[in-house]
């Protein structure tokens, strides 16, 4: 029972280098979101995939691009890192977002 | 102001004690209420899902929508040190296109 699986849990950047988390979920659930958390901020919303082929923006998607790869794999990539991306990312995803999300364990990214 | 509000805490209460966690919301379309419990370094898990006003109770655990104050609120009875976490309320309106909107957070800590 995998549910969201996120890699890797936890990275270390150099300021300007690029990267690309991970998010694969096995509960055939059209929507997936990628967010963010930090300290006092909660969780923002970075981008969203409301079904296959479809992709958005969210809150604070300066600086991330997306790809919704298949129905399964939603992958988020920084393109030149930031110190300001410091932080906990998370992805989720819903069948019918009525009975909400489910999420990843999370990626620490640390960006130096 | 944000749409949905939640005291920080931290919150920290004696093994056994009830506990009360709130949010207030400004949004009158919102119908579909979540809480979400955080273990540290963890992803949000869903805890409680409530839809229009009224009650839900599932073992330790009470959920409660007054929509005509805006208030949502969560009980836990005989509270255990295994419930310490951060607990998140959530909220969406009606139509499979909104999105959650999450609080902040409240941090709770149940003391031996």
């Known amino acids: 029972n995998a549910g969201v699986t996120q890699t890797p849990k936890f990275q270390v950047l150099k300021t300007g280098q690029s990267m690309t988390l991970q998010c694969a979920q096995d509960?055939?659930?059209?929507?997936m979101y990628w967010y963010r958390q930090d300290p006092g901020m909660g969780l923002r919303l970075i981008y969203y995939s409301a079904s296959e082929g479809t992709t958005d923006k969210g809150e604070v998607p300066n600086g991330y691009n997306v790809s919704r790869l298949n129905k399964r794999e939603f992958s988020l990539r920084l393109e030149s890192a930031a110190p300001s991306q410091t932080s906990v990312y998370f992805c989720?995803?819903?069948?019918?977002?009525?009975?909400?999300?489910?999420f990843g364990s999370g990626t620490r990214l640390t960006v130096v | 102001q944000k749409e949905v509000e939640q005291d920080p805490g931290p919150l920290s209460v004696p093994e056994g004690a009830i506990v009360s966690l709130n949010c207030t919301y400004s949004n009158s379309a919102f119908q579909y209420f979540m809480w979400y419990r955080q273990y540290s370094r963890k992803g949000p898990e869903l805890l409680m899902y409530t839809y229009s006003s009224g009650n839900k109770e599932d073992g330790r655990f009470t959920a409660q929508v007054d929509k005509s104050s805006k208030y949502i609120s969560l009980f836990i009875r005989d509270s255990q040190p295994s419930d310490s976490a951060t607990y998140l309320c959530a909220m969406k309106p009606t139509g499979t296109a909104s999105k959650l909107t999450f609080g902040t957070g409240t941090r709770l800590q149940v003391m031996l």
């Open positions: 509960m055939n659930h059209n929507s």
């Open positions: 989720a995803s819903s069948g019918t977002a009525n009975y909400g999300y489910t």
